[in-house]
T-cell receptor, first 116, second 112 residues
């Protein structure tokens, strides 16, 4: 049972345009969401996160939107650059009573290709 | 560079053997997490330690165990290895539980 789903295995976007990566989740206990970027032969690199008390978080060219009622989040990259070509993972966690949070539940990733 | 160091980068061994993977977290991070990435399952959470104590367990097999030492480095022990254990094993760390996790570059384990 996949609790975090990224339904697009790949996405091709022209340089300078907006890239929109989507993620859906099923577990209503998730309250903290993150996006990671991964290059081959490297570990995932943290990009941006959002707590369930917010619906938008921005950091430079990256913006994450959260729609709790639809259990959907998206990552917008504007403008897209060639160095953004990588696999992007959506991840989620649930805070635990007594403090802390569970380990992250990851989607299977979307391969973003930025075309020159 | 995330600041999380994993050794070794590659490990090749045979079925039935036992291996130990090592992780040094970022300076100051108290929480360490282990993940397994296989081709069919994606990134799966295995286990979490916080300041030396086990705090959460995910899909970790009984043949696998971990610990976090007083200097905060962590080791993941995999025993009675099977072909299906071939995967990338990632360690991540965070300052506090619930904060963004920062990943090492992984150990690639190949079982022959």
């Amino acid at each position: 049972d996949q609790q975090v789903k990224q339904n697009s295995p790949s996405l091709s976007v022209q340089e300078g345009r907006i890239s929109i990566l989507n993620c859906d989740y099923t577990n209503s206990m998730f309250d903290y969401f993150l996006w990671y970027k991964k290059y081959p032969a490297e570990g995932p690199t943290f990009l941006i996160s959002i707590s369930s008390i917010k619906d938008k978080n921005e950091d430079g060219r990256f913006t994450v939107f959260l729609n709790k009622s639809a259990k959907h989040l998206s990552l917008h990259i504007v403008p897209s650059q060639p160095g953004d070509s990588a696999v992007y993972f959506c991840a989620a966690s649930a805070r635990r009573s007594g403090g802390g949070a569970d380990g992250l539940t990851f989607g299977k990733g979307t391969h973003l290709i930025i075309q020159p | 560079d995330s600041g999380v160091t994993q050794t070794p980068k590659h490990l090749i061994t045979a079925t039935g053997q036992r291996v130990t993977l090592r992780c040094s977290p970022r300076s100051g991070d108290l929480s360490v997490y282990w993940y397994q990435q296989s081709l069919d399952q994606g990134l799966q959470f295995l286990i979490q330690y916080y300041n030396g104590e086990e705090r959460a367990k995910g899909n970790i097999l009984e043949r696998f165990s971990a610990q976090q030492f007083p200097d905060l480095h962590s080791e993941l022990n995999l025993s009675s290895l099977e072909l299906g254990d071939s995967a990338l094993y990632f360690c991540a760390s965070s300052a506090l539980m619930g904060q963004p996790q920062h990943f090492g570059d992984g150990t690639r384990l190949s079982i022959l």
